[in-house]
């Protein structure tokens, strides 16, 4: 299956998003994110192509909250979960970090993940107990681990309390922080080794669903704010604390408990 999806999600990525790069009006949703018309017509192309694959539930970004939450239910033992373009606000301004997210989920988890950012022919993906990859290279690409006030960190501030995300502006326990408006490759850049360590907020199921098991497949651990199980936070609104060498991950994940209760 894993190869089909990824044939899919390049074929999608070459007929459907890239000829409409740089070519289309963003609009503004409800919730006040923004889309193309680029998302929908990428996000009908890849269910269409899925299941074709393999028929199961599936689940859009690009969907209405109502739409989502019946295919979650309805999906427990396989659902589809795409973010037809991560990035969108990348992919409308001309800046080459988004993707395509697919995972395919049973009992709420991503048991197959991949990840293609077209811009770059940036293919990641995973499966369950199969090991993590870029373009058929095994990762993590960086083996060097840092110490954690030598890292880089990939931080997504703008969904952290104001108080926290200034004292991690300010006070930084590493060496540099960088966020480009993308979750599903933002999980990869870790997972690859680019990014030493990872914090965002809160994350749907689209955002985190692919890329969390590539990172676990590369060898990466993650938690949530509060609960080291990280799947025992919010399903809708699920946090992240991550990084790839576990004796780094218990130091930062140490580091942003203590200081978010400050």
């Known amino acids: 299956m894993l190869e089909d999806v990824i044939t899919a999600v390049k074929e999608v990525a070459q007929q459907v998003i890239m000829p409409r790069y740089l070519r289309v009006d963003r609009q503004l949703k409800a919730d006040g994110s923004f889309f193309t018309e680029a998302d929908i017509a990428a996000q009908n192309a890849l269910l269409d192509k899925l299941q074709k694959i393999r028929p199961a539930a599936a689940m859009g970004e690009e969907m209405t909250k109502?739409?989502?939450?019946?295919?979650?239910?309805?999906?427990?033992?396989?659902?589809?979960?795409?973010?037809?373009?991560?990035?969108?606000?990348?992919?409308?301004?001309?800046?080459?970090?988004?993707?395509?997210?697919?995972?395919?989920?049973?009992?709420?988890?991503?048991?197959?993940?991949?990840?293609?950012?077209?811009?770059?022919?940036?293919?990641?993906?995973?499966?369950?107990?199969?090991?993590?990859?870029?373009?058929?290279?095994a990762l993590p690409l960086k083996r060097y681990v840092p110490t954690l006030s030598s890292a880089m960190a990939n931080i997504d501030l703008k969904r952290l309390d104001r108080r926290f995300?200034?004292?991690?502006a300010a006070y930084p326990p590493f060496a540099s922080q960088r966020n480009y408006g993308a979750c599903a490759l933002e999980w990869c850049y870790t997972a690859a080794g680019y990014f030493d360590l990872y914090l965002h907020g809160g994350q749907k199921p689209w955002d985190y669903a692919a890329g969390s098991l590539i990172l676990q497949e590369a060898?990466?651990?993650?938690?949530?704010?509060?609960?080291?199980?990280?799947?025992?936070?919010?399903?809708?609104?699920?946090?992240?604390?991550?990084?790839?060498?576990?004796?780094?991950?218990?130091?930062?994940?140490d580091w942003v408990r203590a200081n978010r209760k400050e």
């Open 66 to 137: 109502q739409e989502q939450e019946a295919q979650w239910i309805k999906g427990n033992t396989g659902l589809w979960s795409v973010d037809p373009i991560d990035g969108t606000s990348n992919f409308f301004n001309g800046l080459p970090y988004f993707a395509i997210s697919v995972a395919f989920m049973e009992q709420g988890k991503g048991v197959l993940g991949v990840i293609y950012n077209p811009a770059t022919d940036e293919m990641f993906y995973a499966t369950q107990g199969g090991g993590a990859f870029l373009n058929g290279i």
């Open 165 to 168: 995300a200034a004292k991690v």
């Open 219 to 253: 060898g990466g651990s993650m938690c949530g704010f509060e609960d080291d199980d990280y799947w025992a936070g919010s399903l809708w609104h699920r946090s992240v604390i991550a990084a790839l060498d576990p004796g780094l991950f218990i130091q930062w994940r």
